[in-house]
């Protein structure tokens, strides 16, 4: 895997263990979760994996990624356990160590922060745009133009030139940076 071995990514996620450490088992996060069809193991199974150390499999899967933190795992869980924090902690971890499998979130995480960054929300066009720029595949963007131009016919989303400058949430970025060390 990407030539990140077990015991560097269980370094990396010692605090998501930590927090799930009570986890008792019960599939409340599974049955809660709206995105278990889309996922290819469950949350419940990521637990279990995470906690028998079986990191390089929990990395493997795209479950974690699939989390939309909608907060009813957390929600629901008897032990109050911040599942929906954990599988932050997780995309960042993957993000951390630029597993391939992740490339694609990573990028459009990446991405969309900057444009919100740069001007205070999303331009969508300008997003998109870095977005594929970023991916270096030419042909990805095809595959999306019907989409584009149906968002486009119904006024959902507007050409616009980028801006340049100065970012207007640049000065809270770096606060954060600051803070989180």
Same mark, same amino acid.
């Given at each position: 895997? !990407? #030539?990140?071995?077990? !015991?560097q990514?269980l /370094?990396e996620?010692k605090?998501?263990?930590?927090?799930? #450490?009570?986890?008792? #088992?019960?599939?409340t996060?599974?049955a809660?979760? &709206?995105?278990?069809?889309?996922?290819? @193991?469950? &949350?419940?199974?990521?637990?279990?994996? %995470?906690l /028998?150390?079986h990191a390089q499999?929990?990395?493997s899967?795209k479950?974690? @990624?699939?989390c939309?933190?909608?907060?009813?795992?957390t929600?629901?869980?008897p032990?109050g356990?911040?599942?929906?924090h954990a599988?932050?902690l997780?995309k960042q971890a993957?993000s951390?160590?630029?597993?391939k499998q992740? #490339?694609r979130?990573?990028?459009?995480y990446?991405?969309?922060?900057a444009?919100?960054k740069?001007?205070?929300?999303?331009?969508?066009?300008?997003?998109?745009?870095n977005?594929?720029?970023?991916?270096k595949n030419p042909?990805?963007p095809f595959?999306?133009?019907?989409?584009?131009?149906?968002?486009?016919?119904k006024g959902?989303?507007? &050409?616009?030139f &980028?801006s340049f400058?100065? +970012?207007?949430?640049d +000065? %809270?970025f770096k606060k954060?940076?600051? %803070?989180?060390?």
């Amino acid at each position: 895997m !990407d #030539q990140v071995n077990n !015991d560097q990514l269980l /370094a990396e996620i010692k605090t998501v263990k930590e927090m799930i #450490q009570t986890c008792i #088992q019960c599939g409340t996060c599974t049955a809660s979760c &709206p995105n278990t069809e889309f996922m290819d @193991i469950t &949350p419940r199974h990521m637990w279990r994996l %995470l906690l /028998a150390d079986h990191a390089q499999t929990l990395f493997s899967s795209k479950s974690f @990624i699939m989390c939309s933190s909608c907060y009813y795992c957390t929600l629901r869980c008897p032990r109050g356990l911040e599942l929906t924090h954990a599988m932050g902690l997780l995309k960042q971890a993957a993000s951390k160590f630029e597993l391939k499998q992740f #490339q694609r979130s990573s990028l459009f995480y990446k991405a969309f922060l900057a444009s919100v960054k740069k001007h205070g929300r999303v331009q969508e066009m300008e997003f998109m745009t870095n977005y594929f720029v970023s991916m270096k595949n030419p042909v990805i963007p095809f595959g999306y133009a019907s989409l584009g131009l149906k968002l486009l016919a119904k006024g959902k989303i507007r &050409p616009e030139f &980028p801006s340049f400058g100065k +970012g207007k949430l640049d +000065g %809270l970025f770096k606060k954060v940076a600051k %803070l989180e060390g």
